[in-house]
């Protein structure tokens, strides 16, 4: 299961986050993926963004972000009281904006959107069986 926030290129309405979900993951490793979306504006309750981005700001306060380099040293820094750490890389990879997915691509998900919150929430099953 991913919990996912709403917005970004992991969007609930994002055509590409779904396609790519049941390409790359539920096809290729025969996984059911089910994706529930925070709800627009409620990032705020996203358990992760309470426990690691307090610490993160505790971490580099003060401290001037110039490189990429010190950003990444600073947030690999980062511990909470309970022992989280926070594993960071760069990602140099530049990726394509503005992919349309088509009407016939989305129509052939393998996907069943749940009875509540169909919006948000969702499953994918792999098309293909091993």
């Known amino acids: 299961m991913l919990e996912a926030d709403g917005g970004g290129s992991n969007a609930s309405r994002s055509r590409v986050f779904k396609q790519q979900l049941q390409a790359l993951i539920a096809d290729?490793?025969?996984?059911?993926?089910?994706?529930?979306?925070?709800?627009?504006?409620?990032?705020?309750?996203?358990?992760?963004?309470?426990?690691?981005?307090?610490?993160?700001s505790k971490t580099w306060q003060g401290c001037p972000l110039r490189s990429f380099d010190v950003l990444l040293d600073l947030l690999r820094q980062t511990k909470t009281h309970t022992g989280l750490t926070v594993q960071a890389h760069r990602v140099t990879q530049l990726y394509k904006t503005g992919v349309k997915v088509a009407k016939t691509v989305m129509d052939a998900l393998n996907i069943q959107l749940h009875e509540v919150c169909p919006q948000w929430n969702y499953t994918l099953y792999p098309r293909y069986l091993p």
Not at 29 to 56: D, M, Q
């Open 28 to 56: 290729v490793f025969h996984l059911t993926v089910t994706v529930c979306h925070y709800p627009p504006g409620t990032a705020k309750w996203n358990p992760i963004e309470h426990r690691v981005f307090s610490e993160i």
